[in-house]
């Protein structure tokens, strides 16, 4: 029940227009994107759960369950209900495993949107190279 009500607090957090703010601006920037601005909320969250605890209960008489960030995220695995973020994820395993053939698939350069091929033109046949895919997510 306590997890929930973090998570509740992650929630009404994150949908702030200071945090939505924050994450927008947060991918403009070379240096950090919109998970470290998430990342903090959720520190803050078990920051706001242990202080409260602490006023709640007294300093000294108050020996409190140590949850943390880790607790946070895996609750809010267990609770899609709440968390939008896991129940919206469209992410899944794919199909490939090493030694399979590369699908040449379309894709956005990063430089200047231009479209382009994973292996180079569409008849491209890779079959006497090897490819190594490292991929990442551009917000």
Known sequence: ????????????????TEIME???????????????V???VQHQVVQ????KQRQEHGDESYHFEELGV??????????????????????????LKVGDKA?????LQVRDGQP???LGSESCDNDDQRTVVVAGSLS
């Open 103 to 107: 699908p040449n698939v379309p894709l």
């Open 116 to 118: 382009a091929m994973l």
């Open 48 to 51: 706001e759960y242990h202080e």
């Open 38 to 40: 998430a990342e903090k």
């Open 1 to 16: 029940m306590v997890l929930e009500g973090m998570l509740r607090r992650e929630v009404e957090l994150r949908t702030s």
């Open 70 to 95: 880790h607790d946070l995220r895996l609750a809010a695995l267990r609770h899609p209900e709440i968390a939008f973020w896991v129940r919206f994820n469209r992410a899944r395993q794919g199909k």
């Open 22 to 36: 924050a994450m927008e601006e947060a991918e403009k920037s070379d240096a950090t994107e919109w998970m470290d």
